[in-house]
């Protein structure tokens, strides 16, 4: 409505032409303010004002006019117009709706037998759409007989040889390859192999072409890989650095490479000099940056200065996910004095990447979860609870992880605030706001797994070699080592406030489950290392724990899963009351004493024979040693053992026989049956 020109309001014509004069300078300097025209569009929603095109007045002096009963007419014709043009233009669509579909259907094909012309005008394209065929039905793992599959394999590579460099740089074509790859012996994947040769470092830039090569590294064979990896010497900084063949790159590092060829790919870090002149074949090659700065002092600043340049470059593009990456940033942090400017600069980089993705990357590789662990130990508090705040919501996988599992028990042995510990990390292994079912479950999960275990008993076994594989611990042992200088608070009184926090969790899960963690070893020695070390009232899981005995007593399967060597070390251990030290050859017993031995002999009172005789002897004989039953409850089960002596002394004899699959724990029945023979003689 704004570009129709509004017709002015009658006015009443006055004979005296100066009045019209008049008029018009009192529109152009009205002598009465003008009202704002929000106010008047809001007064007036139903009649809306439109502006006139002309400079020209009439009416009022206020310099505001209204529309006329003409305007009306006007807007009210504009839409009824436009719709007979659009039922016009709807009558001309329907009549002409069949000869636009015809005239669309043959431009289709037009444009489909142009594109099928430009596709023949290229090299090899007969040659590239046969080998497609093949392709498709080579690609069918389960539908193509043996013969059949053999056959299209030679036809394909009738096509394809000599013509490999062709193929491989199209996105369709090199998958060609990659299939006749997966498919060749070995004869056909060297020649493939020999006829890229010299262009492995390209073909790893290419956007396609870069799964070739891993083909080639999976299926093929040490000839094959030594003909690769050489090429790529002399331009590892540049295709780290490159979008495509830095990932190929690190693949190769990560898998395919030999020992020497990971340390030649690394010392290219160390800068250009290490790109261009090689060691001699003869000689060992090692990526360690200790002994190379050691013997060439010379030589730190611009290797560190290159190191750092190519790392910082990595981080902040965002690509932090390289295990070539990690090993180069462990090599840094080894060789930067601990306080130093350096370190505190590596730190900020660590802690720098708003997402995290940089620390959470490096827990999951072996280098990165050393560098890690180092880090935690080294840093000040502040920087400690930042780097643990950047593994929320990554604890359950950090604790199934090879390595992940790393910087769970290092945050136990460096952080003092327990309370932090606790809170940041026990919650999610648990699993956060779950059911106490769901709880159970997760738990249940972390004992049964080699490395998740570890996670949940390393407070309660510190250096158990059963428990903490060798490789945790020579990293424990180095970051122990730094402790004493960063941590203020005593190693023992920090575990001790993590067992308490981890008591109320695990104590009533035992007691759940006692029944399933019996099943595996794991689950034998979860059950031991918690009962024995845990605070809090233990007497509901050694009470379910003992009553597995009596479960046993009505089924073969509990009663084979009690004389289990796992089940056998736990009850002995519970009924001492504690650990055996070797070095002091004896009990530490627990404080306060666990007295399992009370709960143990009132289930299974009226089987002792069976017990002795069997493979749990060595459980009686910690009855007859325990600590927890007095002197005259010792008596009891002697006077009681004694009546069976014949019995006793016929188990020995014949204890061996027909049970050859399982000596060593018939050899173990037979020791702990002489044993207590010996002690009712004493």
């Known amino acids: 409505m704004a570009g129709i020109k509004r017709k002015e309001v009658p006015t009443v014509k006055s004979s005296n032409s100066s009045s019209h004069k008049k008029l018009k300078t009192a529109t152009k300097a009205p002598k009465k303010p003008k009202r704002p025209a929000p106010e008047l569009e809001t007064a007036t929603d139903s009649d809306p004002i439109v502006e006139s095109d002309t400079t020209e007045h009439s009416g009022d002096d206020d310099g505001e006019s209204w529309p006329s009963d003409d305007d009306h007419v006007v807007q009210k014709a504009i839409p009824l117009r436009q719709e007979r043009m659009s039922k016009a233009d709807a009558l001309a669509g329907s009549t002409n709706g069949t000869s636009n579909s015809t005239a669309s259907k043959e431009a289709h094909a037009k444009q489909k ?3 099928q012309e430009r596709k023949a005008a290229k090299p090899n ?24 599959r053999k056959g299209l394999v030679a ?19 090199v998958r060609v390859v990659q299939t006749a790859l997966k498919y060749a012996n070995r004869d056909q994947r060297k020649m493939i192999a020999t006829e890229l040769k010299g262009e492995y470092r390209g073909l790893a830039e ?4 870069k799964f070739l090569i891993g083909k080639l590294l999976v299926h093929g064979d040490q000839e094959i890989r030594d003909m690769i990896i050489p090429e790529l010497y002399g331009h590892v900084r540049r295709m780290i650095k490159h979008p495509e063949a830095s990932w190929i790159l690190d693949d190769i590092y990560r898998g395919a490479a030999t020992p020497t060829q990971k340390a030649l790919l690394l010392r290219e870090w160390y800068g250009a000099e290490y790109a261009i002149f090689k060691t001699s074949g003869k000689a060992k090659v090692s990526a360690e940056l200790k002994p190379l700065l050691a013997e060439h002092p010379e030589k730190r600043a611009p290797i560190m200065r290159s190191l750092h340049e190519l790392i910082n470059q990595l981080v902040q593009k965002k690509t932090t996910g390289f295990t070539m990456l990690h090993d180069a940033m462990l090599q840094y942090y080894l060789n930067i004095p601990p306080g130093s400017e350096e370190a505190t600069e590596f730190i900020e980089l660590l802690k720098g990447d708003e997402e995290g993705d940089l620390l959470k990357n490096l827990a999951f590789t072996k280098s990165g979860a050393r560098l890690v662990c180092l880090a935690l130990a080294y840093s000040t508090a502040k920087d400690r609870k930042q780097i643990l705040k950047t593994y929320r919501n990554t604890m359950q996988t950090l604790a199934f992880d090879t390595y992940g599992h790393q910087v769970l028990l290092a945050a136990y042995d460096v952080i003092d605030d327990t309370v932090l510990t606790s809170k940041s990390i026990f919650p999610e292994l648990f699993g956060k706001e779950a059911k106490v079912e769901e709880q159970h479950e997760t738990i249940l999960s972390y004992v049964t797994h080699l490395n998740a275990r570890s996670s949940l008993l390393y407070p309660f076994v510190a250096k158990v070699k059963s428990i903490v594989p060798s490789d945790d611990l020579s990293i424990l042992s180095e970051i122990h080592s730094i402790r004493s200088t960063t ?9 001790k406030e993590l067992v308490r926090a981890l008591s109320p969790t695990l104590l009533p899960f035992v007691a759940a489950k006692a029944e399933e963690l019996i099943q595996t070893s794991f689950g034998c020695q979860f059950m031991g290392e918690v009962l024995l070390g845990a605070e ?15 479960i046993g007593q009505n089924s073969a399967e509990m009663q084979v899963l009690l004389e289990s060597p796992a089940a056998s070390r736990m009850l002995k251990s519970l009924v001492l009351g504690g650990r055996f030290n070797p070095k002091t050859r004896a009990v ?20 002792l024979l069976s017990w002795a005789t069997g493979n749990n002897a060595f459980v009686i004989v910690g009855l007859l040693e325990s600590a927890d039953l007095d002197s005259k409850r010792k008596a009891g089960i002697k006077e009681t053992l004694r009546s069976y002596r014949r019995e006793l002394e016929k188990a020995v004899r014949e204890i061996g026989t027909g049970n050859e699959d399982c000596g060593k724990q018939v050899s173990a029945g037979r020791k702990g049956t002489q044993l207590i023979l010996k002690m009712l003689d004493s």
């Open 125 to 148: 394209a007969d040659s590239i759409a046969r080998s497609k065929k093949l392709w498709e039905r080579l690609r069918m793992k389960s539908h193509v007989p043996l013969e059949e």
């Open 487 to 495: 941590s203020k608070k005593d190693p023992e009184l920090r575990r």
């Open 536 to 550: 809090g009232d233990k007497e509901p899981a050694l009470t379910n724990v003992a009553d597995l005995t009596r």
């Open 588 to 607: 530490d017993l627990v404080d306060p004493p666990l007295r399992f031995s009370n709960f143990l002999l009132v289930k299974m009172q009226d089987r």
């Open 206 to 209: 290419s956007k396609y072409a």
């Open 155 to 173: 036809e394909l590579f009738d096509i394809i040889t000599g013509r490999v460099r062709d193929f491989v740089l199209k996105h369709d074509s």
């Open 113 to 115: 037998a142009v594109a």
